[in-house]
């Protein structure tokens, strides 16, 4: 099978880059082994952490994917935001200034984007709203309300907690570990259930305005949230769980969709296992299910050490498929014996050139590009900044290739 | 009241078996440990219940003492022992020769040991080292320490004994030359507290040395440093164990849902044992020698690395203190310093910890004219049962909930007062490990646990594959729930809890530990922002 370009990976750097390469004609496959890490998203999409994200990434390193991207971040992070909404994922923010967006543990924490209809606030001090019922369903252990009632109250904010239950969900829990967000998302799918949590939702708010729920509304259906809101006539508003992020995946395959609808194929379940060249250039790959795709262009964006693209071995890191260059931190060390201190591997991945062009036993190749977290020179974690690194490495990814 | 017979300080197995024989020969009893229990050696080491047959070339009492031991552990605490028999190999660079001696010296000590075809030993087990050229069989087993200390202390209590964990001593109270009690801080509170008794009893392993120094006596040790390595699977059912002289890493341990690699053995400095880090030439070292034992271990995932330190007391007549006794060693300070009211209770080996009981005690009851027999051999620890085997009850359980089993694996006939009436209560909080609510609620109203850590130590939640990625959070909300805390107390439990789990898999940090940590970091730095918990005022 032969196509434009073929991309390795399946998270938020390879369906980007897929639907740009798409959208202007090409034709582009992706190949991925099935759950990306947007299973473990937060619901938001970093750009870089500090007032104004924009400004901060001028200053970073020239070995930073960022200070690859020349002039055009703001482009960048404008189209980005555009492509999102193009395939249904409605965010709130902007790339001048972060807004906060509270977490799971009620922290709040700055970000660029994120999705509507979760709990923000702009200044991250202070909600538009004085009062607020917490609504978490019952039993359910990755939502801790008492998490989110005490930021609340840091913020001046009155909350008052409470539990539902629907007959679906309480036959789940006879099985001891039904009770995760997805079969909760999932149970919210079905109208009889969304309306008897309607009903729950009035009776319990009384005159409250603002219902905060565990970011587990709806698996299939995106129209969950604004359904509620229209039948109660009460705000909604979601908190990321612990994993598995129904957010998350719902952009996963918002974007899967996205892509497929503009012509994109999509080998999932295949990982990439063989390749060959011919004059110094990619020729094929083979995946794991023995199909061998050829291609004009190939784009690496398989992610670091949880995605599969980089393989931590006792001798040093390798890329997975192609061998290719690993640009491992100063220290010897991978590790920082304290968790919450910068962590070496975070910054360890591929070298690539200015046209992010991977390099392979020191030379780039001509027509194999890398993007998003397979890349080094940057602490996705500390710097706040893995989707947008993602997003934006994978557009200027896309911009090469069309331009080439 | 504050007034007791004996003060023991330290809540490792050696404390806890103290504090219960004085509990069960009536004598009032308090004990003191500065953190939880079993955090020590107790809980850092193989969780090997030895058959004595690694000492019987060389150290012929501790062989002994170990079979007699490993008899009365399988009868008093058969719910935290496992009976998978060991093997003792040869390997074709080891002498054969050795082997016969080894079966000689077992059989001298009462070990039965019996030579078998390595053929049999493999199809005993399948993981072991298929090059073999001599097996032995000997009744090796293995033994959670954490449940063995924590049996003892809920007995101690139950018989009157009075337990206080994050309670460290500042000094011993002195009166004309005799020790008539302790002067204690809780850390978690900071609350102070004065203690008194009769006697006061040092079992803080290698920490005694300086408890000892308090009331002035000297007591020369050597800190031992052992690591091990933690497999993500069992990969040996049955412990194996090399066919040599005792050296570095030759004894592989299967235990619940894992299998340990150990151990080491390196000097280490005083102010070094209370931050143990394995470093990479251990790591080195316990996989070359663990895959001569099993080959698959060099493609086994590495769960986590961690370490302890032996208390070896070197002899009170060799001032050099190179000559080591490796048994056990209880000294009255009386009758060696001219301190009254002051026993230190140390060497010997988790093995041992209710002989070394049983000679404090003997000891204590010589001193206090008290004429009460030990019954600790015979009487059965909370949780091991002479109707109801643990099998027999998890077999039952199995057929309610996975977790139930799990349970009674655990905490044995104990596993009754766990409520899993409801869905609720039955909702797992750790599914690597099948710990459900019901679980963690008991550990914290029952087991004295204070944080997640502890929670850990009683239920190995957050000892499976994932080293407590998910359920770290849903134990801490559950716990928050029990104990009503607040949330940034919460937080900081949580932040502690995966700090400590990270400090294990950080040594072993590639393959999938690494991308288990890429995740444990990007959870908790990133998508909770736990790093800024505090920082928010």
Redesign the interface.
């Given at each position: 099978m032969r196509y434009d370009t073929v991309i390795i990976g399946g998270g938020l750097a390879a369906l980007l880059c897929g639907i740009e390469l798409a959208r202007s004609g090409k034709k582009a496959a992706i190949v991925t082994t099935g759950h990306s890490t947007l299973h473990f998203s937060s619901g938001s999409f970093g750009l870089y952490n500090g007032a104004e994200p924009l400004k901060a990434a001028e200053a970073l390193a020239p070995s930073h994917p960022y200070s690859k991207l020349g002039e055009g971040m703001e482009q960048l992070a404008a189209k980005a935001t555009e492509i999102l909404n193009v395939a249904g994922i409605a965010t709130v923010g902007n790339a001048e200034a972060n807004h906060y967006i509270m977490t799971p543990t009620g922290a709040l924490r700055q970000c660029w984007l994120s999705i509507e209809g979760m709990v923000t606030s702009a200044d991250g001090k202070s909600f538009d709203f004085s009062d607020a019922l917490i609504l978490s369903p019952e039993g359910f252990l990755d939502f801790y309300t008492q998490f989110i009632a005490d930021s609340f109250k840091r913020a001046g904010v009155t909350t008052t907690q409470s539990v539902f239950s629907l007959p679906e969900l309480t036959i789940r829990r006879n099985n001891p570990t039904e009770m995760r967000s997805v079969t909760v998302a999932r149970a919210l799918d079905k109208e009889e259930n969304i309306l008897a949590l309607a009903s729950i939702i009035t009776r319990e708010a009384k005159d409250t305005q603002t219902v905060i729920m565990p970011a587990v509304l709806g698996f299939e259906r995106t129209d969950v949230l604004s359904r509620l809101e229209k039948i109660t006539g009460k705000q909604i508003l979601t908190v990321a769980t612990l994993p598995p992020s129904v957010e998350g995946i719902k952009v996963e395959r918002a974007l899967c969709k996205t892509f497929e609808r503009m012509g994109g194929v999509i080998f999932n379940g295949h990982t990439a296992t063989h390749y060959s060249m011919e004059e110094g250039a990619v020729a094929t790959i083979t995946t794991s299910k023995g199909v061998t795709l050829a291609a004009n262009e190939f784009v690496l964006a398989s992610g670091s050490f949880i995605g599969g693209g980089l393989q931590a071995l006792r001798s040093g890191v390798a890329e997975v498929l192609f061998g290719a260059d690993v640009a491992a931190p100063a220290v010897v060390e991978l590790t920082n014996r304290d968790l919450f201190e910068s962590q070496p591997f975070m910054s360890v991945g591929i070298e690539v050139d200015e046209q992010f062009k991977v390099l392979i036993a020191g030379k780039s190749v001509e027509n194999l590009y890398g993007c998003g977290a397979v890349l080094s020179g940057y602490n996705p974690v500390k710097e706040g900044c893995g989707a947008g690194v993602a997003m934006l490495t994978a557009l200027k990814v896309a911009e090469n290739i069309i331009n080439r | 009241m504050n007034e007791f017979d004996v003060i023991i300080v330290g809540g490792g197995a050696t404390g806890a078996g103290v504090a219960r024989d004085c509990a069960l020969r009536g004598i009032r009893a308090l004990l003191i440990e500065r953190d939880d229990i079993a955090t020590g050696a107790t809980g850092r080491n193989h969780g090997l219940l030895h058959s004595g047959a690694r000492y019987a070339v060389n150290d012929r009492e501790s062989a002994e003492e170990c079979i007699k031991e490993n008899m009365i552990l399988r009868r008093i605490a058969a719910h935290c022992v496992e009976d998978t028999g060991g093997l003792f190999i040869t390997l074709p660079e080891d002498s054969l020769e050795f082997q016969a001696k080894f079966i000689e010296s077992c059989l001298a000590a009462g070990i039965s040991a019996e030579a078998i075809d390595p053929k049999l030993a493999i199809a005993m087990e399948p993981s072991v080292n298929p090059t073999l050229i001599g097996a032995v069989k000997v009744p090796d087993g293995s033994v959670d320490p954490f449940r063995l200390t924590a049996a003892n202390i809920l007995d101690a209590r139950l018989h009157g004994a009075k337990v206080l964990t994050y309670t460290k001593v500042d000094e011993l109270i002195i009166e004309s030359g005799r020790v008539v009690g302790v002067k204690t801080t809780n850390t978690l509170s900071g609350e102070k507290g004065e203690y008194r008794a009769a006697i006061t009893v040092n079992a803080c392993g290698i920490w005694g040395r300086d408890l000892a120094a308090k009331a002035g006596v000297t007591i020369n040790m050597l800190p031992a440093k052992g690591a091990l390595l933690v497999f993500g699977h069992r990969v040996n059912n049955v412990v194996i164990n090399r066919c040599r002289k005792p050296a570095d890493a030759d004894i592989l341990v299967p235990g619940d849902s894992i299998t340990v690699i150990g151990t080491t053995s390196s000097k280490v400095p005083f102010d070094q044992c209370d931050n143990m880090?394995v470093t990479p030439e251990e790591v080195e070292l316990l996989l070359r020698e663990g895959s001569m034992l099993a080959p698959a271990l060099n493609h086994t995932r590495i769960l986590r690395a961690y370490a302890g330190v032996r208390p070896l007391v070197a002899s009170d007549d060799d001032p050099s203190g190179r000559s080591v006794s490796r048994g056990i060693v209880v000294l009255d300070h009386a009758t060696r310093d001219g301190v009254e009211g002051f026993i230190t209770i140390t060497g010997g080996k988790l093995m041992t910890y209710r002989l070394m009981a049983e000679w404090t005690v003997d000891l204590i009851c010589k001193k206090l004219n008290i004429d009460a027999k030990c019954t600790t051999a015979e009487a059965l620890l909370p949780g091991s049962s002479k109707d109801k085997s643990t099998e027999d009850c998890t077999r039952t359980a199995v057929a309610q909930?996975?977790?139930k089993a799990s349970a009674f694996y655990r905490h044995g006939t104990n596993a009754e007062k766990i409520d899993s009436s409801t869905?609720?209560k039955?909702?797992?909080?750790c599914?690597c490990e099948q710990v459900?609510?019901g679980e963690v609620e008991y550990a914290v109203e029952q087991l004295g646990v204070n944080n997640l850590v502890d929670l850990r130590r009683r239920t190995r939640m957050g000892m499976g594959t994932c080293q407590g990625e998910?359920c770290a959070?849903?134990a801490?909300?559950?716990m928050?729930?029990v104990g009503k805390s607040?949330?940034?107390k919460?937080?900081a439990d949580?932040?502690g809890f995966?700090?400590e789990r990270?400090?294990g898999m950080?040594p072993v940090?590639?393959?999938d530990t690494?991308?288990e940590?890429?995740?444990?970091?990007?959870?908790?730095?990133?998508?909770?922002?736990?790093?800024?918990?505090g920082k928010?005022?």
């Open positions: - | 880090y909930s996975r977790g869905a609720a039955r909702a797992l909080v599914e459900s609510v998910l959070c849903r801490a909300a559950v928050a729930s607040c949330s940034d919460v937080k949580l932040k995966v700090t990270w400090k950080s940090a590639w393959g690494l991308r940590g890429e995740l444990l970091s990007w959870l908790y730095d990133g998508v909770c922002d736990l790093s800024n918990n928010e005022e």
